[in-house]
């Protein structure tokens, strides 16, 4: 064999010699990834689902009951909202007006003659009612203000309503004598009613200072609420709670 077919032999050889290496080493890495898909994996748990924030409008759980002529808390309400004080209060300043179409307003059908104007009340009263507001719509259900902030007439000397800060609440259907219409769209039927004394959890749990049913002897029930006169100013502390 001459030098230039011996040198051919020997590259060809060489070659061959890499190709193999190259085949062998591919089976290898082939069988340690099969065996490596054969081990057992670890079980690993799913997710947790993540929880709904909670309403913004609930500060309290609800209570348990909620008989008539209970208050909550059990105090005063002098004690739990604070007496009136007719040398701070200032309407001009102390006063907001609040419209929500959620909300059946017994002034607007009072007629002309009579100058109560239930959209008026304290600006301490504002974070507790919008609160109520949305809960009593979260019921499918109509809230109905029937006295709000009153200077005169009918109401005591010390009645909270003469600063705005109390609220006399029921719920429409619950008076036979209120239509069962909207007072915004007359061919729109308002939602179904509320008892009273859920309508007075509610109360509770969006953060009056003083709830009660009350149940006088002249006048139908009804709930009567009431909040301290720094009420829209101080920080709410109370765990939100969502009971849906």
């Known amino acids: 064999m001459t030098t230039v077919g011996k040198i051919i032999v020997a590259v060809l050889g060489i070659h061959l010699f890499i190709l193999l290496v ?60 604070g007496a009136i004080s007719n040398s701070t209060f200032s ?28 959209h008026s009340m304290h600006r301490a009263m504002e974070p507790a009612f919008r609160r109520l507001v949305e809960l009593v719509a979260m019921s499918n259900a109509t809230l109905r203000v029937q006295e709000a902030y009153r200077p005169a007439t009918i109401h005591s000397a ?17 008076d036979p004598s209120v239509p069962q219409t909207s007072p915004r769209d007359g061919k729109q039927v308002l939602p179904s009613p509320l008892s009273l004394e859920i ?5 509770w749990a969006a953060g009056f200072d003083w709830v009660y049913y009350e149940v006088p002897k002249n006048s139908g029930a009804h709930l009567h609420v009431s909040v ?9 502390t109370d765990k939100i709670i969502d009971n849906r």
């Open 22 to 81: 190259i085949v062998v080493s591919g089976s290898c890495s082939c069988r340690h990834e099969e065996g490596k898909e054969q081990l057992p994996q670890e079980e690993t748990a799913p997710p947790e689902p993540e929880k709904p924030a909670p309403p913004v409008y609930q500060v309290r759980p609800f209570p348990d009951k909620f008989p008539r002529r209970a208050c909550m808390p059990d105090i005063k309400e002098s004690e739990a909202s």
């Open 199 to 203: 309508l007075a959890k509610l109360c």
């Open 228 to 236: 301290r006169r720094d009420a829209a100013d101080r920080p709410q």
């Open 91 to 118: 309407p001009g300043r102390d006063l907001v007006y609040i419209d929500d179409s959620r909300v059946w307003w017994e002034s607007d059908f009072d007629g002309e003659t009579d100058d109560e104007d239930d």
């Open 158 to 174: 010390q009645s909270l309503h003469k600063e705005g800060r109390a609220l006399d609440l029921t719920c429409p259907d619950l």
